[in-house]
């Protein structure tokens, strides 16, 4: 990193799209207590135009970070909780005759809306899961061979619960691919369940909710993102990070070009939010740690965000060159 984008201070615009993220942040972990960490990631992805996985038990407040997320900026949210008997159409929406005019029309599905809730995804059938493959990525919904665009932004959150396993469908790796990261809440400790228990007692935690941003704004965000400056050493070091996972004597399937890119675009977010508009190598490195693990295939031929998969990602770190 040259000393002169060292001391260069951020532009005007790359300053506000700091403070509104931020201020998102700040927003979200109001209602969500204790977990800002959690918080700061997802909105990282957010930012970013990533999607969010979140796995861990009920009643973690899964929900309700989405809640306060889409309360935060102001977007239209819609909740779905996946099923087994589940359609493809419930989502996207479904061509309708209507008597009246005699004409087919299209009654939109959930889907079209800006930040999507999608509850233990891994209950429904695989052909419902699939359903989402073309939005996340495409950004659009084909329906009997008409193509209809998403309005950004357009952000999906799921959760899956690692428990009660039973009459569930894993994710196929094609669909785990298209998500930036893969986030566990965990428990509070006992200052900060107190605090709960405190803060909820009379009033719902969505009530210290105002939005901090408005739909524009959170595009205006995005294209920050994008304009945050990556050396082009450093992505040379983005990418041998990403072929060491592939040359993993432990993995069997290392991370893909999708893999690459929304590392990119995470680690452009955390600088962002650091108040940067250049990114540095410890961005890099936190981005690693946040989108591959999900991502892996191990020999046993299984996909795991175990603690040795994360060792993976931190033996790589560590052992790829970080460039001078």
Do not use: W
């Amino acid at each position: 990193m040259n000393e002169a984008q060292d001391t260069a201070a951020p532009t005007a615009a790359a300053a506000d799209s700091t403070s509104k993220a931020n201020s998102l942040i700040e927003s979200v972990s109001r209602a969500f207590l204790g977990k800002e960490d959690v918080v700061r990631q997802a909105v990282a992805a957010l930012i970013s135009g990533g999607h969010v996985l979140i796995e861990d038990v009920p009643g973690l407040g899964k929900t309700l970070m989405a809640k306060a997320i889409a309360k935060s900026v102001s977007a239209d949210f819609k909740r779905v909780q996946f099923t087994a008997d589940l359609l493809p159409s419930d989502i996207t929406g479904v061509t309708v005759y209507a008597q009246d005019t005699h004409e087919f029309t299209f009654r939109h599905g959930p889907i079209f809306t800006n930040i999507l809730l999608g509850d233990e995804i891994n209950r429904a059938t695989p052909r419902t899961q699939s359903s989402l493959l073309e939005a996340m990525e495409e950004k659009c919904v084909t329906v009997d061979g008409v193509a209809y665009r998403l309005e950004e932004p357009f952000f999906v959150l799921a959760t899956q619960n690692p428990v009660e396993l039973e009459g569930t469908y894993p994710l196929p790796f094609a669909q785990m691919d298209r998500f930036m990261v893969r986030l566990s809440i965990g428990y509070l400790d006992r200052d900060g369940e107190i605090r709960v228990l405190r803060d909820q007692q009379t009033q719902n935690p969505l009530d210290h909710v105002e939005p901090v941003m408005n739909c524009d704004d959170l595009r205006g965000v995005h294209k920050a993102v994008r304009e945050v400056a990556i050396e082009e050493s450093l992505c040379g070091y983005l990418v041998d990070i990403i072929r060491a996972t592939r040359a993993a004597e432990s993995l069997e399937y290392g991370a893909s070009p999708r893999g690459s890119l929304d590392m990119q675009r995470f680690s452009q977010a955390v600088a962002l939010l650091a108040g940067r508009d250049y990114v540095l190598p410890d961005d890099i490195k936190e981005a690693a740690r946040a989108v591959l693990p999900h991502r892996l295939i191990t020999k046993k031929g299984t996909r795991s965000v175990s603690v040795s998969a994360h060792s993976v990602i931190d033996h790589i770190v560590d052992s790829v060159d970080v460039p001078i």
